[in-house]
C-alpha cells in the first residue's frame, strides 16, 4: 500500500457497527489494505459524500417509507442534464403533475 494520507486538519470519527459487521470490515480490509480500517472507510465515506452532495436536504431519507407515492425532483439549480435524465425516467402522469404544480406556482 502507498504512503499515509497527508491531511491538513485531520479529524478522528467513530463508527458503531454490530460484531458481525466489525468482522467482515476488518477482513476485507486485511484482504484489501493490510488491515488498516481507515482508508476502507475513508474512501466509503467520500464516496457517500460523491454520490450525495447535491442531495435536497429539505426531506428525510425515509420518507419513502412513510410515503410510498413519494418522490425526489432535482432542485431547481441543478444542471440540466439533471433534469432531462429525471424527466425521461418520469410517467406521462408524473411529467403531468409537474405542469399542473409549475402552472399553479407561475400564476
Known sequence: MGRDQEFKNKK???????????????????????????????????????????????????TWNEDPEFKAVPTISSKPETWYKYLNECTDKERLNIQVLSFRINQ
Open 12 to 62: 478522528v470519527i467513530g463508527v458503531n457497527l454490530e460484531d458481525e459487521e466489525k468482522k467482515a470490515l476488518k477482513d476485507i480490509a486485511l484482504r484489501e489494505s493490510g488491515g488498516d480500517i481507515s482508508p476502507v472507510a475513508r474512501k466509503a465515506i467520500l464516496e457517500y459524500i460523491e454520490h450525495h452532495k447535491e442531495g435536497n436536504n429539505t426531506f428525510k431519507l425515509d
